[in-house]
């Protein structure tokens, strides 16, 4: 089990319950998820809790590298940070957000297609469907 109250503090945040209950949630999913997701869930213990609220504690969090964002679908998604602040990329299944961490970077590839840039950042996902899924969609 995670200790977020820790984390959160060496973070810069303060450990609120809520908070720590985003990442908890989070971490039990260990999938990809959208903001509303994680709203709804947070919504059964906080009634009161506004959409905004999750949101912006999300982007924080994302900031502060304790979650890693995507998008598919048009929409953001969010899940607990696989590989602390070491390189990765994954793969994303569509139907159910798992996601498998790739040890392997792509980029050195690119570099030699690009002589005399510098490249500042970038972006590498594989989307598709995961083994689950695959089996699920047999049975019907
Ligand atoms: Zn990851
Ligand atoms: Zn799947
Ligand atoms: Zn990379």
Known sequence: ???????????????????????????GENRYLSPLEVYQYLQKNHPGLSYDTVYRNL??????????VTDFAGEKRYRINCGGHQHHHHFICTQCGRTIPLKMCP?????EQLPGCVISGHRFEIYGLCE??????EKH
């Open 59 to 68: 982007r924080e969090f994302e900031e502060a590298h304790l979650l890693e």
């Open 132 to 137: 689950n899924c695959l089996k699920q969609n």
């Open 107 to 111: 980029m050195d590839v690119f570099q």
């Open 1 to 27: 089990m995670e200790n977020w109250q820790d984390k959160l503090k060496a973070a810069g945040f303060k450990a609120t319950s809520k908070r720590q209950e985003i990442l908890s949630f989070l971490q």
